[in-house]
């Protein structure tokens, strides 16, 4: 059985290196959409995949870009300097802030997320299968466990602000992450 969770992010950016003029010298930003894509072939107790309540990291994850730009750290030094003096909240991602990139940076982190939470209600074989992030109305990528051969960085690569840390009530989820 395969369920869906939607998750929402305004987010600044610049995605350089692309076709466009626009987009890659100009920092601009969108309303985000991200779908996750969960399945199970047994369901627990409630007759559910999981509850969405086990998602609340995965709520932290997507909100923690909101109202945030994201820098991808193959930008110059003096480009980075000028968005950390400017900006609260920042998160620097191992990938350019495209929806490719982001779709699989989320898919990859949301993964171990999934992996790292505990079932008490006879969840089982709860499997992420995709997660979708829509840049526009017209326009989204999706990344998918395939997908992970494209991953070049681990979850130690992505930095966020003290600006974006604040608001976790904790950071014990993240430092697993990063394990």
């Known amino acids: 059985m395969l ?12 995605v350089r290196n ?13 309303s985000y959409i991200v779908e996750v894509f969960l399945s199970s072939d047994h369901l627990d107790r409630g007759y559910m995949v999981m509850d969405f309540s ?42 350019s802030p495209s929806a490719e990139g982001y779709a699989l940076l989320f898919f990859y982190l949301i ?3 999934i992996g790292r939470t505990e079932f008490r209600n006879g969840e089982s074989n709860v499997t992420l299968r995709a ?12 990344a998918s466990r395939e997908d992970l051969a494209l991953v070049r960085f681990t979850a130690a690569d992505v930095h966020f602000t003290p600006g974006v840390r604040e608001d976790w009530d904790n950071e014990e989820w993240w430092n697993l992450l990063t394990l």
Do not use: M
């Open 3 to 14: 369920i869906r969770k939607q998750f929402k992010f305004e987010g600044a950016h610049i």
């Open 18 to 30: 692309c076709s466009s003029h626009r987009c890659r010298e100009n920092i601009h930003g969108h």
């Open 54 to 95: 086990l998602l609340d990291r995965v709520k932290t994850l997507v909100d923690s870009f909101d109202h945030t730009y994201s820098l991808w750290d193959g930008e110059d030094d003096e480009f980075k300097t000028f968005i950390y003096r400017y900006n609260r909240r920042v998160a620097e991602i191992p990938v």
């Open 111 to 113: 993964d171990r997320i």
């Open 131 to 142: 997660v979708r992030v829509h840049e526009t109305a017209t326009g989204y990528a999706e």
